[in-house]
Structure formats: C-alpha cells, structure tokens
C-alpha cells in the first residue's frame, strides 16, 4: 500500500509503479532508473523534447524508450511502466510521475517535508534550528519520522518566515502581519473574541513562539 494518497493522474501513475515496485521488492532499483531517467531528460534537451512531444508517433516514442532501458539496464517493472506510459500517449507527464514517485518514497523512508520561506537565503545553521524547533515535543517526528528542511526565497514576504511542514503552515512573515494590520485599519474597529484554545492550537502557537524568539535572535543579536 502508498504511504501517502495522491490523486493528480501523475500521482496515481507513481502510486500504480510504487505498488508494483513494492510487491516486487524493486522500490530501490526502480527509485534509481527513474533519478537516471531524469537526469538524462534534464540534461539533453532535444531527448526531452522528444519525449514530451505531442505530435511525435507513439510507436516512434515506445522504440526509444524501450532501447534507453535495455542500455541503462532498467528493471523489468520500470521498462514496463515506461511501456505503458508510451503506449497511452502519457509520456509527457514522465517529470511530474518522478517528481510523484520521490514523493512516495520519501513518506516511505519516514521522511518529514519541511519548507521554509524566507525574504534572504538562510544559512544552514538557521535551518538546523528550525528543524530542532520543529522536533521538540515529537508532533512532527512521531512514528521516527525525520524532518526535511529546504529554504525557498520570496522576497515578496519582507522578513521573517513561512515554515510549511506536512499540511500545515505557520506565518511569521511580516507581510502577513501587515495585511492584518491593513485590513484592521480598513474596517470598522472590530470586535474581538477569545475563543477557547484546544491543545492542537496551542502546541502550535507554542511552536510558533519558539520559531520567533529563533528569528529574533538571528535578526537582531
């Protein structure tokens, strides 16, 4: 079984090749032909045109193929896969598949996506420290799961940080406190309620207290 859903056609591709994969206990072999596969497409232009092409034969397409995995030494189960993408016209969508398939492995390996947004490039220090923020109290790493962290820079934020870590996200960008700000100011003075916390929202305010005090020190000392 997937470890995780996902239900975009390319999605549903990487699941069918990952059970596949899985039943054969191939999961590591095919996971190394489809990083081959994609590194020949990133780096030979006019291969990658071929195989995206909407008007190239799909017969034409399914030799090619074919002929890369017999000289790449690819495994049964991926020449097969390639094999069916070729013979349903679905060749196109070979980089979004392996950028699915990755996806299913790592939630296999137990691995954790973190995402942090920032306005500059943050060092790898900073993002160790997000990683530690993060783990402290195990709700993102119950299960041993391990916590991934890569940095993407918008500089449209202004400061502070964006952290998405599985299907949440906590915004400390200053951006996203001047909206609230702005949209305070538009209207009328509002009325504010104190709704009552429960102990997911206030694990996450705590983790969000932790991430600030982190930026702040980072700002300002």
Known sequence: ??????????????????????KNATLEKVESD????????????????FVESPVVDRTLKADVIKAVATKQSYSATTSNFFALLAE???????????????QLMSAHRGEVPVIVTSATSLDAKTLTRVRDALAKGGKFTAGNKTLIVSNKVNSSILGGLIVEVGDQTIDMSVSSK???????????FPIIFYPLLLPHDLSLCRLG????VLLFKKNCL
Not at 178 to 188: F, R, T, V, Y
């Open 209 to 212: 207290l932790n991430l600030s």
């Open 34 to 49: 489809l990083r081959s596969f994609g590194s020949q497409l990133a780096k030979d232009d006019q291969f990658r045109s």
């Open 178 to 188: 001047m909206a609230k700000i702005e949209k305070s100011l538009a209207g009328p």
């Open 88 to 102: 349903n016209g679905r060749l196109d969508l070979s980089r979004p598949v392996l950028d699915s398939f990755a």
């Open 1 to 22: 079984k997937a470890p995780i859903q996902l239900h975009s056609l390319e999605g549903r591709y990487a699941t069918a090749l990952f059970t596949a994969a899985s």
